[in-house]
């Protein structure tokens, strides 16, 4: 069964399989920060992904920073400057892995 959000990814240039990797990474990448495992390798493919979502926003939507009369890539932004953050500080004290 392909979930709702899926299909919604698949309208924007996405296919079906490549909008479940990026799902499956981004949840890996959020689940392994928040609980320490693999910080840096974590913090270091949502950056990628965050990387890919402000390209599509800005080269092949046009959004603004803060968008107009839509979301823009301000939030995008701030998860990969968080992500920097983790990913130079080795994840922090507080890490498993």
Do not use: C
Request: charged share 10%; net charge neutral.
């Amino acid at each position: 069964m392909i979930f709702p959000s899926l299909l919604a990814l698949a309208d924007i240039g996405v296919s079906p399989a490549a909008a479940r990797t990026l799902g499956i990474g981004e949840m890996a990448g959020g689940a392994g920060v928040a609980f320490g495992v693999l910080t840096q390798l974590a913090a270091l493919g949502l950056i990628l992904v965050m990387l890919g979502a402000i390209q599509k926003k800005v080269f092949v939507w046009h959004t603004g920073f803060w968008g107009e009369g839509t979301y823009g890539w301000h939030y995008d932004l701030l998860f990969v400057a968080m992500n920097l953050v983790i990913l130079t500080t080795n994840g922090g004290r507080f890490v498993l892995l």
